[in-house]
Nanobody, 116 residues
Framework: QVQLVESGGGLVQAGGSLRLSCAASGRIFRINDMGWYRQAPGKQRELVATITRGGSTNYADSVKGRFAISRDNAKNTVYLQMNSVKPEDTAVYYC??????????WGQGTQVTVSS
């Protein structure tokens, strides 16, 4: 089992910045990729960014150049630095951890609201 706890969400003005954190605990030695997903009201959950254990990253086109994902394996924590945020970034952001190649764990989610 892996437990994920997100923090750092909140209200931010358009053009501002926010940093999300996700701390993993439990059977962390089995975690491979980690990532962030988001779900806006009335929409499906979508990928924001992922990072492998080795540091390779992948981003949704909508956040490229604005968001940056990073990972501290020593602290078992993944971060999402959100810059130049837009109202359309408003969503609940979920942390994800992939164990092996098929088992996904999710955090409880943290709300990010961007005001115009």
């Amino acid at each position: 089992q892996v437990q994920l706890v997100e923090s750092g969400g909140g209200l931010v003005q358009a053009g501002g910045s926010l940093r999300l954190s996700c701390a993993a605990s439990g059977r962390i030695f089995r975690i491979n990729d980690m990532g962030w997903y988001r779900q806006a009201p009335g929409k499906q959950r979508e990928l924001v960014a992922t990072i492998t254990r080795g540091g390779s990253t992948n981003y949704a086109d909508s956040v490229k150049g604005r968001f940056a994902i990073s990972r501290d394996n020593a602290k078992n924590t993944v971060y999402l630095q959100m810059n130049s945020v837009k109202p359309e970034d408003t969503a609940v952001y979920y942390c994800n951890a992939l164990v092996g190649i098929t088992v996904n764990y999710w955090g409880q989610g943290t709300q990010v609201t961007v005001s115009s």
